[in-house]
Antibody
């Protein structure tokens, strides 16, 4: 059974960048897409984008295009989400999640990381 | 972008009673619809995918139905651990989108 373990909480200044990691264990990392979803305090879930490690190809929600980069390192079974030009509205819990099935098509998420709180404050 | 709308925003239910949550899509998503449960301080948990298939380990009191634009999650007899926030998600098209959430609280 795959487990996803994310890096710890971050506090960032407006205008800076943050890079959150998501390490997979217990399964085949490269074959399944890893997606990133965020949740602002008291709010709902928002899909940001994802990557398929064996292909290295990523796709992004239009809202975050140009500001986010999602990558994967097969050698360490770790996915990364970097968000740049941070503003206060980016304060949220950021989750990585694994697609339920193999392939490039959109899918439901059957395994989630524990979440990483990113606080943007001057 | 497909807009997902959950109703009601809050559902007050007595333990042991039935809860019915509705999710509407702004255009057809076929059966590419998932339901998640989220408790405070925890990550979401997949309950239902394909509109009606329970995920691994999900109790039979959770059931999903619907296709196209109208979907329902039913919890047949609410247990104490079921009081949480529920989300629907479409995965028919990019971008993936979620409904705003329904909070199921104790009446």
């Amino acid at each position: 059974q795959v487990q996803l373990v994310q890096s710890g909480a971050e506090v960032k200044k407006p205008g800076s960048s943050v890079k959150v990691s998501c390490k997979a264990s217990g399964g085949s990392f490269g074959s399944y897409a890893i997606r990133w979803v965020r949740q602002a305090p008291g709010q709902g879930l928002e899909w940001m984008g994802g990557v398929i490690p064996i292909f290295g190809t990523a796709n992004y929600a239009q809202k975050f295009q140009g500001r986010v980069t999602i990558t994967a390192d097969k050698s360490t079974s770790t996915a990364y989400m970097e968000l740049r030009s941070l503003r206060s509205e980016d304060t949220a819990v950021y989750y990585c999640a694994k697609d339920r099935q193999l392939g490039m098509a959109p899918d439901a998420f059957d395994i989630w990381g524990q979440g990483t709180l990113v606080t943007v404050s001057s | 972008e497909i807009v997902m709308t959950l109703s009601p925003a809050t559902l007050s239910v007595s333990p042991g009673a039935r809860a019915t949550l509705s999710c509407r899509a702004s255009q057809s998503v076929s059966s590419s619809l998932a339901w998640y449960q989220q408790k405070p301080g925890q990550a979401p948990r997949l309950l239902i995918y394909g509109a009606s298939t329970r995920a691994t380990g999900i109790p039979a009191r959770f059931s999903g139905s619907g296709s196209g634009t109208e979907f329902t999650l039913t919890i047949s007899s609410l247990q104490s651990e079921d009081f949480a926030v529920y989300y629907c998600q479409q995965y028919h098209n990019w971008p993936l989108t979620f409904g705003g959430g329904t909070k199921v609280e104790i009446k």
